[in-house]
């Protein structure tokens, strides 16, 4: 070992251990230049989705600048032999141009091309491509479902993607495609970005995915992040309208109400219905429609997503209208699975099945519908206190600070839930067996997972804020609790960035190293 190297390693030692406990480490945020998100002649956020009916119907959807106003499709059975698109067809897109120039936060106009696929093959593998007769996509493969009900099959699904996009949420969908690189298409339980028009976090989630959105089909349902004013009158007005890319960029089965179609929808995966809800407007009109689509089904399974949950899994949140109108339903019809987002942290439990809870009958037998809240993005939030007794419910398993991806297998009458950090640790697991009467039964599995995770186990999810400035603000707000804080480096200069909360107000400041207050803003929602 030469002297200098020698040298180095005793100065690393002796700095080390006290550069880490004085100074927190600032993050470094990516910065998105415009142009990044700007379509061109190619196509790109090409997305893959399924029909009502899977084993026969899919769809694909792609952008491009607005010079390619004509678009096609080919699409061939695939065969190992690479002339395959020798029997290839030839559809002509549907090409609407989304028009974002007086979109808040858009900013853009696009192309945006879409095409049904359908008479397809069941239980078959397909290659399609998309372009302009010239400028083509890669071939890309997927695989319809089958004909015969009893094949197994696996899905994803996540919740919400929402922040540090491009940075976080890319790991996690990656891990969760090796985990199950046979699943059949992937739910995304809303809030797939924060602002619901903003160009730039739509290019993250694609490029997140990158080529995952293109082969896996997409299941997604709006959030609230999803729902945002459009222009300065809605804005006045407190108007939030649908993401302005939403039914541009998605080709969803239409099968849902009119008025709110794409953003609620079903397909029938076999002898599953997996039922999309829209859990942000209009709920009376939901609730008719979704009675009809529980009743009408012959499918074994029934598998319910949509984004606010019934059974909250943070604090001080709850959807008491939601659970009124729907959690009567998923009794009587017996769903299975309802699959959420919203909370930011991650709960799953059941209930009993209607009214007929026997005193001295054990909960664990009297399985009804499990829910489950999770999320797949950044940011996190704490877990509630009461771990759902108050609903009547009983919460089996909980995570806070933790990314997952969950992965749902059907084979017949069982049904296999399993949920997995982003790193792709096995974090909670349980089964339903169908029985012929009466409800399902319940095969507890978490004792197969890694311990709990909470705040006071991981890293710390909140950047610190020194006592004194923390004792401040709360002097300063009375009532108020601390949401967020971020430690920042803006220009040469650090900064906090603090978010205080008190019900559905809210105040946002920033204040120098020191403490001293530079901004506040103070909004009541
Ligand atoms: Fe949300």
Redesign the pocket.
Known sequence: MNKALLLSIVFGLMILPGAQSQEPRVYEAPLFEEEWSTPTRYPDRIVLSLGENPATTASATWRTNTEIDTAFAEIAIATAAPKFWRNARTLKANTITFDGSEVLTAGLISNYHSVVFSDLQADTTYAYRVGDGKRWSEWIQFRTASASKTKSFSFLYVG?T?NFILELWSRLIREGYKKAPDASFIIHA??LVNNAHREQEWQEWFDAGGWIHATLPAFPIP???EYRPLNATEQANRIRSLSAQWNSQFTLPQNGPEGLKETIYYMDYQDTRIIGLNSNEQYEKQTEWLEEVLASTTQKWKVVTF??PLFSASAGRDNPKLRELWKPLFDKYKVDLVLQ??DHSYARGRVSPGENVLEGVNLRDQTGTVYVVSVSGGKMYGLRPNAWEGWEAERDRAAENTQLFQVITIAGDRLSFESYTAVGELYDAFDLVKTPNGPNQFIERKQEAIPARRFDNTIPYQDPIPEEVERMLLERHKGFEIDRVAYVKEGDSLRYRVQLEKGDEEVNLVLDNDGKILEEVIEKD
Do not use: A, Y
């Open positions: 919400d929402q809303g809030d959030g609230n992040h984004h606010h987002g919203h």
